[in-house]
């Protein structure tokens, strides 16, 4: 955890009106709580959705050792994977996905001898999105609003101001305008191939 992660920190113990930690080893139970419940809230919200910016494409190292049945081949997944979001059999443009896959542990198995992965990696705090930070910043205020200020009404009220109201799912408050700002970041998905398109125009 680097010292943008403790500023992080401090910013969300500022909001709860507490002191400040110098680091999460520095011997106090407040950075003891702090170092606790910091590194699964920050990989529960970059597991959450597929955030553009923590996105690496790589093309797998394949294993000698083939799989003990089912399948043909098995590739190495990345040691820096949070998620794997998508599987392609080449490196060639426009190539529809690997549809049929396992994880087990830190490997994949396909019947492709060769695989390109998208998927999500943890990365500095420091690098993150403005708004993104903000929504941490809130979340751990939730998080830490119980442990270190014994109160409910904080923790729901920093939780509302991440994730919106109960009925949102998750999906409102920060969490909405980071999440309508990284949909900017692309392009909208282009469609190869369709049947009733090719219908349309005599294909």
Partial sequence: MTAAAVVLCNQALRLLGDAAIASFDDGTDLAATCSTLYPDT?????????????????????????????????????????VLRQLFPGDAEHLPPV??????????LTD???????????????????????????????????????????????RGQAYGTPGEARSGGQMRVCRQLDSQQQPPQRIEDFPLIRARFGG
Wanted: glycine residues 2%; negative net charge.
């Fill in 112 to 158: 492709c001898p060769d695989v390109w992965a998208d998927y999500q990696r943890e990365t500095d705090p420091e690098t993150w999105p403005p708004a993104f930070r903000l929504l941490m910043r809130y979340a751990l205020a939730a998080e830490l609003a119980v442990p270190v200020t014994s109160s409910t009404s904080a923790a729901d009220y920093w």
């Fill in 99 to 108: 549809a049929d896959y396992e994880i087990f542990g830190d490997n994949v």
């Fill in 42 to 82: 920050v990989r529960g919200l970059l597991q959450s959705y597929p955030w553009r910016w923590t996105l690496a494409k790589v093309r797998l190292a394949r294993l000698a050792d083939r799989p003990v049945n089912e399948w043909t081949y098995q590739h190495a997944l990345p040691p820096d994977r949070l």
